[in-house]
């Protein structure tokens, strides 16, 4: 067999230099598009922490509630958003310092709170209520209002409870006195499986809301029991906020929500109005400066990024697997 017919063409023949052509256009175009690759990568992360920079030196100290850009007579708002809880932004260290600062700015003609949340926990919203109590006397020519926008139920309320007055719109959700306490139960489904709980305590009652353990009798009766002592507790601050403009009605405590007009009927609000219309009307005054403590711009920003980032690593590793394949 002749070796010379699988030896390389000559370096001068048309068919190697079409060859090596080829191969040098090709390893040019990875050239360029590597580079353009890693450009516009650069160009992104700069123009994204550039935005992040410039949020975070705008803002100021406009994350922790503070109203140092506030200067002339105005109304304070504070938002109470969403589920009132410990870590949720509706918190009641959250809107308390908000409070606090209101209170601070002589500036500041009076408190508007701004209600948007369905209740939450009970011991938050008490903290709140008391806080309010507390403010106000310190303060008594400094006036509270409560808006509710689109809910303002439950633990919400409770909160309101404590302004001086209350407005909501004609079609919001206002009310929802009484407390609730669910779960489920598991022991019928665990015994047609076939599965056996094993639960270990020390104290007679201590697992007497394990959902997969038989209900008793007597701890059924007890839990409604601390149920309606939170619902007593409840009802005597409404009570304490509201006075006799409560209107004598057996179903106002059941935990119904009406509407913001009938509230207005059962004196659960004293009117439907804005919180613009409320500054403007009761205030004297069309600013309105938010005093709610936000989570730090930056820290939000990060987060956020941090989650596309990481998003975006495992879809370009993922792509460079598929790719390898």
Known sequence: MDNNQYSRPEDSSKEWKLIEKALMASQQEQRTARRWGIFFKLLTFSYLFIIAAIIYGGAGKAGDGSSSFATGPHAAVVEVRGAISADEEASADRIIGAMRDAFDNEDALGLILRINSPGGSPVQSGYVFDE??????????????????????????????????????????????????????????????????????????????????????????????????????????????????????????????????????????????????????????????????????????????????????????????????
């Open 132 to 325: 309010i109590i507390r403010l106000k006397s310190t303060r008594p020519d400094f006036p509270v209002y409560a808006v509710i926008m689109d809910i303002g139920a439950s633990g919400a309320y409770y909160i309101a409870a404590a302004a001086d007055e209350i407005y909501a719109d004609k079609a919001s959700l206002v009310g929802s006195i009484g407390v609730v306490g669910s779960g489920f139960g598991f022991v019928e489904a665990m015994d047609k499986l076939g599965v056996e709980r094993r639960l270990y305590t020390s104290g007679e009652h201590k697992a007497f809301l394990d959902p997969f353990s038989p209900q008793r009798e007597e701890e059924k009766v007890f839990w409604e029991g601390v149920l309606d002592t939170t619902h007593k507790q409840f009802i005597a601050q409404v009570k304490l906020g509201r006075g006799d403009r409560l209107a004598s009605n057996p179903d106002l405590f059941s935990g119904l929500v009406w509407t913001g007009e009938q509230a207005m009927e059962h004196g659960l609000v004293d009117g439907l109005a804005s919180s613009s219309q409320v500054a403007r009307d009761f205030l004297g005054t069309e600013e309105l400066v938010s005093y709610t403590i936000n989570k730090d711009p930056f820290v939000e920003f990060m987060e956020r990024f941090g989650a596309s980032f990481g998003k975006g690593v495992a879809s370009f590793f993922s792509t460079q697997v598929m790719t390898m394949r």
